[in-house]
């Protein structure tokens, strides 16, 4: 389960549009069959501009786009009678070089990003696992936060970098 944003429970003011989200990093949850949560937030850092931000969340969906398209390429070169090594070598080509311009494209935003995970059981409630998801998840709320209140107009863009700069700073330390 992947979560990006909480969306406003306010209606926004009348005369103003609701502001495109923020591409200020992602929360990413996963809960395995036995009650393990592994969380990963991740903070962009807020000097880093808006199109490298939006490179970087490109990258993190490439896998799963770029599978979806050798898929129907494949299919499209089996309906033209094309050699099915050839297919996959061409295939494999571009995959592995799009993936590798996404990557070097993104590196120094991946760098810059501020990471917190955590991980543990959701029968515990206390120690060191909770004590470190507990931070996860109020970092990840003060951000989600912060960009409901911008996209809904209640914030203004000085305010919401305010709040950016303090969560990326407090992921950091």
């Known amino acids: 389960m992947e979560q990006r944003f909480t969306p406003s429970q306010h209606g926004h003011?009348?005369?103003?549009?609701?502001?495109?989200?923020p591409s200020w990093g992602y929360l990413s949850r996963s809960v395995s069959r036995y009650g393990v949560v592994s969380?990963?937030?991740?903070?962009?850092?807020?000097?880093?501009?808006?199109?490298?931000?939006?490179?970087a969340e490109a990258s993190r969906s490439y896998g799963a786009v770029a599978a979806g398209v050798a898929l129907l390429a494949w299919?499209?070169?089996a309906a033209a009678g094309i050699s099915p090594l050839v297919a996959i070598l061409v295939i494999a080509g571009v995959a592995v070089l799009v993936g590798l311009l996404l990557a070097r494209r993104t590196r120094?935003?991946?760098?810059?990003?501020a990471r917190v995970s955590a991980c543990g059981s959701l029968l515990l409630a206390y120690g060191p696992d909770h004590d470190a998801q507990r931070r996860l998840d109020a970092l990840a709320e003060t951000m989600q936060h912060a960009s409901a209140s911008y996209r809904a107009g209640e914030l203004d863009q000085q305010g919401f970098?305010?709040?950016?700069?303090?969560?990326?700073?407090?992921?950091?330390?």
Do not use: C, K, M, N
Request: charged letters at 30%.
């Open 161 to 173: 970098e305010r709040i950016w700069r303090a969560t990326y700073a407090h992921a950091q330390a």
């Open 13 to 21: 003011p009348a005369g103003t549009a609701r502001r495109a989200r």
């Open 39 to 55: 969380s990963e937030l991740v903070i962009y850092s807020p000097d880093v501009s808006e199109s490298d931000r939006r490179w």
């Open 75 to 77: 299919i499209g070169f």
């Open 108 to 113: 120094a935003v991946r760098r810059g990003a």
